[in-house]
């Protein structure tokens, strides 16, 4: 029984430590192993970038599943928002009823399905809103999506030199 207990807090010491080791990795941008954000609120900072991703990805996502992230960049009125999305593919349905991700800013709201990849997708300013909606009607899924988002200082903005 205490081997065990030990062998589960090794476990949990070990998975503690590469998550760590992932978070520092994540700003080389060509680590294979990607840090992405829970549903939820987030917060990030001018020239860094976040990834999201369906869940189970490059595996299917399930169905009857919704998560929303919200992000902003510090400070909202001077910075955008890319996407990058190398990869996307949802069930595609007309008016996307069935699953969905819905893209909103301060200016628009956007819908979108199938392999409508919203890759080069730039907000107005340094906020948005992505709901990520599959539906449970039909047993239809697919491999889902992964976008990388990026926070980049309006033009003609004061931007601090950077030390480093
Ligand atoms: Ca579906």
Known sequence: MEVGKLSVLLLF???VGSLEMRTWGSGSGSSSSVVTLDCGIHAMTPNTRV???TPNYPNDYDESYRCQWEIYCNSVENTTLTM??????????ANCNADRLIIKDHDSRDVICGDDNPDG????????RLTFWSNIVQDTTAK???CHIWCHPKPGTINLPCIC
Do not use: H, Y
């Open 84 to 93: 990058s999305c190398p990869d996307f593919e949802l069930e595609d349905s």
């Open 121 to 128: 997708t730039t907000t107005v300013d340094g906020w948005m």
């Open 13 to 15: 010491v070990i998975g």
């Open 51 to 53: 990834t999201i991703q």
């Open 144 to 146: 889902g999506f992964r």
